[in-house]
């Protein structure tokens, strides 16, 4: 089946820093990939969209310039949280698409983001 | 706007007993409808789904219903067991479209 990498599991860094996510499709070519964002008890987010081989479309709210998105290959993406601030701390995750309408959604293992 | 929402945040079902997850969206355009299962510090896995042409989709212990007109469709899991216990998300998507709407979650605990 298709599976997606997300790598680190968790990471906890300094206020100020960056802290780069990547999400890896292994098995598939991902078109479009998806990175959701999830406070406590609170439901997923839709951050941004980003497809291969150009400039992701970001939620409205999500600063486009603190989180960047780069999709530069179709079985890789990555997520960087610049300058993080402790509010940043939060689960993120990816998922990859290879179709449409809600069909063929896999879901990376989430990054737990500390930043003290 | 929470096109998606879950208004149960947590459930408790005795081991053995049917577990009934809600869900409404507001959404006429959703066409397409996805039950998650998350532990935590998870990714969500997929469960079961549901097109906007059935009614009722059965796989295993868990069926999904789809009540259009009423803008509602629940997950039942019978009988339940202590491994179910998880957050469940509802998610819904439009035709043509490629991200999905999440509802908030609601945590099932099995007790055994």
């Known amino acids: 089946g298709a599976v997606v990498s997300q790598h680190p599991s968790w990471v906890i860094c300094k206020s100020g820093t960056s802290v780069k996510i990547e999400c890896r499709s292994l098995d598939f070519q991902a078109t479009t990939m998806f990175w959701y964002r999830q406070f406590p008890k609170q439901s997923l987010m839709l951050m941004a969209t980003?497809?291969?081989?150009?400039?992701?479309?970001?939620e409205q709210g999500v600063e486009k310039d603190k989180f960047l998105i780069n999709h530069a290959s179709l079985t890789l993406s990555t997520l960087t949280v610049t300058s993080a601030h402790p509010e940043d701390s939060s689960f993120y995750i990816c998922?990859?698409?290879f179709g449409t309408g809600g069909y063929g959604y896999t879901f990376g293992s989430g990054t737990r983001l500390t930043v003290v | 706007d929470q096109q998606v929402k879950q208004n149960s945040p947590s459930l408790s079902v005795q081991e053995g007993r049917i577990s009934i997850l809600n869900c409404d969206y507001t959404?006429?355009?959703?066409?397409?409808f996805l039950w998650y299962k998350k532990y935590p510090a998870e990714g969500p896995t997929f469960l079961i789904s549901i097109s906007s042409i059935k009614d009722k989709n059965e796989d295993g212990r868990f069926t999904v219903f789809l009540n259009k007109s009423a803008k509602h469709l629940s997950l039942h899991i019978v009988p339940s067991q202590p491994g179910d216990s998880a957050v469940y998300f509802c998610a819904a998507s439009a035709e043509g479209a490629n991200n999905l709407f999440f509802g908030t979650g609601t945590r099932l605990t099995v007790i055994p």
């Open positions: 980003s497809n291969e081989g150009s400039k992701a479309t970001y």
């Open positions: 959404n006429s355009m959703f066409d397409y």
């Open positions: 998922s990859a698409s």
